[in-house]
């Protein structure tokens, strides 16, 4: 089942300021015979363009938009918003993302009170008095969109679902008491910063928990039933599988353990350290690694990272919530500076990279251990030689997102041992890439596509500067 939070909807209330005039006269900036400057004509022909307008909106907005009442507010030649009008959005004020300027007559005033009562972002489609409106609320700290386009309007639904959906993300944090983990350094380690900015919340548990859960789902019959099943469900689904049964098993047990805990504390994104459980030998003694759970979760719309990473997952939150896809991780370095190709390297690829409502891509099932326990995925990128692939990163104080866009090349430790999986990606200039990330650290976030300018976009509206590679 996909993570509930790709269901989000933006919520959009229509809104037509109407000017209504106190007669049938013309002047400077008015023009019409006695019918069409007549008050009651005013009000109905604005009821028309609003009924249009909204039929027009339902027809081309994407799925992530649900829209709302629409609403006509009346003001008059005093030019003041009477107060009886602006409570008739007071209904619909607290559910509503993003209020949407119909086409009429000096929409400004009514577009910039608006804002500032219910202090929610303000758009208008078509060209001059959106961009008068846009500006001055920009000026005021306030939120304002000027839109050419359809396209233009659902590109900025998808960038407000994101934020919204950063807002209902919780996020399952193991952590043996320090979040600095010992391989990732540049750790992002003040998290109620970010969860101030980003709206993301948290919650930390021991490994010793996640553990114990595992023993739990060992002991109860229908947990134990699930595993079993889901295992066979990837033997089967496989093109082959290099290991046995039963520590493939032990890795879905893991998986079904992390599914109980996030379930359990209400998470729906997830992070765990290695280094740190690694000596602590359990792993070994349960015959598990981390790998096989986080490409499932990713599978399932629940971004999930390796290592303890926090900037990994955070720019893994944001890169799913945009492209609804699975997302891949790992260590970054130089291959050739002559032909600038690099590679990303960690045995947690996707089944569902291409799109969380896609088939499923091809893959084999190999142990990460030479004792042939800790199942991982293991996909072979250079079946998507020449696609195009955003990696990104966010710095340690998350205040800053380093982007390149780039190319698959090949694949390399497709059939070894180890955590060797690698996507071996052609970019502009791996050399400045590599010097890029001095201010970033070593895990990059890959997603299939080209999703820079998007970044950049929602970088304006969370407050992140984006640092093109």
Not at 68 to 79: A, R
Not at 125 to 153: F, K, N, T, W
Not at 291 to 299: G, P
Request: aromatic share 8%; charged share 30%; net charge negative.
């Amino acid at each position: 089942m996909i993570n509930e939070i790709f269901d989000l909807k933006v919520r959009i209330k229509p809104v037509l300021p109407l000017l209504v005039h106190s007669g049938t006269y013309e002047g400077p900036c008015r023009v019409g015979d006695e019918k069409t400057l007549d008050p009651e004509f005013e009000r109905s022909h604005a009821r028309e363009v609003l009924k249009e307008f909204c039929e027009n909106i339902k027809l081309n907005i994407s799925s992530d938009g649900e829209l709302l009442d629409p609403e006509i507010i009346e003001w008059g030649e005093d030019f003041v918003i009477p107060r009886e009008e602006m409570k008739k959005l007071d209904r619909d004020a607290e559910n509503v993302d993003l209020f949407l300027i119909a086409p009429s007559g000096l929409t400004q005033y009514p577009s910039i009170a608006i804002a500032r009562r219910y202090r929610k972002p303000i758009a208008k489609m078509g060209q001059i008095s959106s961009v008068d409106i846009s500006a001055y609320l920009r000026s005021q700290g306030m939120e304002g969109y000027a839109l050419i386009d359809h396209d233009e309007l659902n590109t900025l639904i998808s960038l407000l679902k994101v934020r919204k959906s950063l807002c209902q993300t919780r996020v399952l944090v193991v952590s043996e008491g320090n979040m600095l983990p010992v391989g990732v350094v540049s750790n992002v380690w003040n998290l109620e910063d970010v969860k101030g900015r980003f709206g993301i919340d948290y919650k930390c548990v021991s490994s010793n928990e996640v553990f114990e859960e595992m023993d739990a789902v060992l002991q109860d019959e229908s947990e134990l039933k699930k595993a079993e099943e889901l295992t066979d469900k990837l033997i089967e689904g496989a093109e082959k599988v290099h290991m046995k049964r039963e520590f493939i098993l032990q890795s879905v047990i893991f998986y079904i353990a992390i599914r109980n805990l996030m379930k359990k504390y209400r998470c729906n994104s997830f992070v765990i350290p290695c280094f740190e459980l690694c000596v602590k030998r359990i792993p070994a003694e349960k015959k598990v690694t981390f790998c096989l759970a986080h490409s499932l979760l990713k599978d399932e719309g629940y971004p999930s990272a390796c290592e303890g990473d926090f900037n990994s997952l955070l720019t893994m939150i944001i890169l799913m919530y945009l492209s609804k896809k699975s997302a891949y991780m790992g260590n970054s370095y130089l291959i050739s500076k002559e032909d600038n190709l690099i590679a990303v390297h960690h045995d947690v690829p996707g089944l569902k990279m291409k799109g969380l409502k896609e088939s499923s891509l091809p893959y084999e099932i190999r142990n990460f251990t030479v004792k042939g326990w800790g199942a991982t995925i293991r996909y072979d990128f250079s079946n998507d030689k020449g696609e195009t692939v955003t990696l990104a990163r966010f710095n340690p104080t998350a205040t800053k997102m380093l982007v390149a866009k780039g190319e698959i090349a090949g694949c390399g430790g497709f059939d070894e041992i180890g955590c060797s999986l690698r996507a071996e990606i052609k970019v502009s200039d791996a050399v400045k890439l590599f010097h890029k990330e001095r201010e970033f650290g070593h895990h990059l976030v890959m997603v299939y596509g080209d999703y820079t300018e998007k970044l950049k976009a929602l970088g304006e509206i969370l407050g992140f500067e984006v640092v093109e590679a």
